[in-house]
């Protein structure tokens, strides 16, 4: 795997990013060798967030968490990217290396939330959706308090999705084949 630091308004110490590699060292054998990983620090005020972005064979997995230390933060989303795994363990072993995965589901056995293997759609439903701009779109997601809403952007021609982020802000989420 190869770690890519960033460290916005803060320097970071050698130990971190020893640490942070000892962290990430655990999911060599889930993931390639031609895996990237971005470790984004972030200081706010007495904040310390630290973002993890693994991408393998095509995959995305991220994690995020807000502390007062930047290393209790660390450990935070390491375990956050653990449960992830371990979750959608059974989707993962089709797409990565099923041998690394199963040492490592069982070394982290010691799980707080139960595993749910099977997903069930609980409610199907049928939107219109109708060419608009993202602000339109982001005006109608608010009037009806959702946290997401599906769109045709007029400028594109395409199928898009604006969200609201956990600070407040808004993301667009746009199709490629890239």
Avoid: W
């Avoid at 589901?105 to 749910?116: F, G, H, T, V, Y």
């Avoid at 099977?118 to 982001?138: G, M, N």
Wanted: glycine fraction near 2%; include cysteine; aromatic fraction near 6%.
């Amino acid at each position: 795997m190869k770690i890519t630091y960033t460290a916005r308004k803060v320097n970071l110490r050698d130990n971190f990013k020893e640490r942070c590699e000892k962290k990430l060292s655990k999911f060599n054998r889930i993931f390639s060798e031609d895996a990237s990983v971005n470790v984004v620090v972030t200081l706010e005020k007495n904040r310390q967030t630290v973002e993890i972005t693994i991408r393998d064979s095509g995959m995305i997995y991220r994690a995020e968490s807000t502390m007062p230390e930047m290393n209790d933060a660390l450990d935070k989303v390491c375990d956050v990217l653990m449960r992830q795994i371990r979750k959608n363990k059974t989707r993962l072993e089709k797409k990565i290396k099923s041998a690394g995965i199963e040492d490592l589901i069982m070394e982290a056995s010691q799980a707080e939330e139960p595993e749910d293997d099977d997903y069930s759609v609980v409610r199907k439903k049928h939107i219109l959706v109708k060419p608009i701009t993202v602000d339109e779109a982001i005006l109608e997601m608010n009037m009806v308090s959702h946290n997401f809403f599906m769109f045709i952007n007029s400028e594109t021609d395409e199928i898009n999705v604006v969200y609201k982020r956990a600070d407040g802000n808004y993301g667009l989420l746009e199709p490629t084949t890239d």
